[in-house]
């Protein structure tokens, strides 16, 4: 039997070692940064092209490398961070990882030009599929510029499971945002093909933050500064007025590397559960100075995840900062956790205009409910929607004991048959209906606007600002009346008529952007991705009471739509128990 375990060449090696840190183009920019910082660099330049797939370079004015250590940086395993086991766990920089730059050069073409200061002649180095084209003296500034070119272009499967531009850029702008916040002290600067995104000079952590997020943030941020034997806590955390509907404004640092941590994140939303109902996430920049030999930063290839010696007295301790800081500010709720989107609680008198969350009165629809209630046990899609209801669903309305859909538990309509129970979840229900009306306003005329007597102006953070920026045309034609109003504002004069009195104006339009932010990891059509986020932000929720005449038209709604049986989502809107079931559970 001949051997068949045999060494893996190095060019493999670090393909493999690749899968592991470089992810995506976001993942080389944070290696990259991760090494500039760690330079000394008071300045970092960031450039990107075709969201990173084609080109991405990032320049520094740090401390240089010699010849010699320019091309030591590409062998896997070198590095200057370290150098015995014990120095594993006590890591305060952030780029010691010795296969990051050989992991990069192995799925990219990429270019070093370094030269330390006090010298007059740098190093090129040119690499490719980890073999070293090209090695030689270069004029050049002092520092290290690094440029890495198509990226996974000889991974072809890698590449094609990247996702659109947008998206990758989202998560560059992510990555970088997080280094500027951990260190506000450095320049930095993040140029998306031939526009400057961000040029942000150095600064205190405040100054950053509003650098960063828009001038709307100076003046809703709350210092957090109290200090423990344990740990250290410091930075800020937002109002409530800032809080908002989807995650992505909460940061935390751990010896100022970027973290994720559910369990230490919750820690502070519980410190907000007096101030903020649960489906809202606060804004928050904190930083955690921890003696490294207390965590242990090597449980994750890429170290944004760190584990602690004793995580609870962490979590409470956060816990208690931040509530401590919260204290010290009038920081009175603003929302009102009963109405503060009241959907279909205005519901119009009968010949009146129809506005999201609001229905018309039954007897403006008639419908063929029975049949639609899955009498066979099988969901039937029409291309035409019914026509008539039986009046037997809803009985004499003025005679006793008649069957009616009535609600359980705030969240559920339960809806009496012939056949059997029907029990409707009215959160998805509202979302299928109002998603529906919203795509035939697209393909009718219909673009009523409802003026406002005051103008909004919006200040958006830059990612928003540029999504925004995108869908300003589709939401102009759902009957939006807004425009741009300065680099990162928005002017609001009106918003679609079937959408007033939902919520308020700029509640409305930010939960807009937010769900449509959360649905651009599903690469849906524009059009299609904004129909549910209008649907989502102004739709019924759970926990809402409804009125017995909201209960039956939101039932005879959803039967008229063309797909009444899930959510623009997939989410199940119906399930059917038939009566032969019911019965079985009684013999």
Known sequence: MSDCIKLLPDGVINQIAAGEVIQRPASVIKELMDNAIDSGASEIAVLVRDAGKTLIQVSDNGSGMSPTDARMAFERHATSKISSADDLFRILTKGFRGEALASIASVAQVELRTMPHGLVTGTRIAISESRVKAQEPCACTAGTQIQVKNLFFNVPA???????????????????????????????????????????????????????FGKKYAEQLIPVKPQTEVVDVSGFCGKPEIARKTKGEQYLFVNRRAIRSPYLQ????????????????????????????????????????????????????????????????????????????????????????????????????????????????????????????????????????????????????????HSGISFIDQQCASERILYELYKKQKQGSDRSCQRLLFPVTLHMTRPDAAILREILPALQEAGFEIGEFGTESFILHGIPLRLSGTAGERQLVESILEHYKKNLEFELDPTDNLARSIASSSCIRRNQTLGPEEIEALVEQLFLCEVPYASPSGKKCIFHFPLEELQKKFN
């Open 158 to 212: 890698r590449r094609k499971f990247l996702k659109s531009d947008s998206i990758e850029l989202r998560h560059i702008q992510d990555e970088f945002i997080g280094q500027a916040l951990s260190f506000p002290e450095i320049a930095f600067s993040l140029q998306v093909n031939d526009q400057q995104v961000y040029k942000l000079a150095p600064s205190s952590l405040k100054q950053r933050i509003v650098g960063i």
């Open 266 to 417: 919750h820690a502070v939303h519980a410190a907000y559960e007096q101030l903020l109902p649960p489906e809202l996430h606060p804004f928050f920049v904190l930083f955690l100075n921890v003696d490294p030999e207390e965590i242990d930063i090597n449980v994750h290839p890429t170290k944004n995840e760190i584990k602690f010696e004793d995580e609870r007295i962490v979590y409470q301790f956060l816990k208690a900062s931040v509530r401590y800081s919260l204290a010290q500010f009038t920081t009175t709720p603003i929302i009102d956790f009963e109405g503060h989107n009241p959907g279909i609680e205005r519901v119009l008198s009968q010949g009146q205009t129809l506005q999201v969350g609001s229905f018309p009165s039954t007897g403006n629809f008639k419908l063929r409910w029975e049949e639609l209630a899955f009498s066979s046990g099988t969901p039937k899609q029409s291309a035409e929607p019914a026509t008539e209801i039986p009046e037997a669903l809803f009985g004499d309305r003025e005679g006793e004991g008649t069957r009616k859909a009535f609600q359980y538990l705030n969240n559920y309509l339960v809806v009496p048959l």
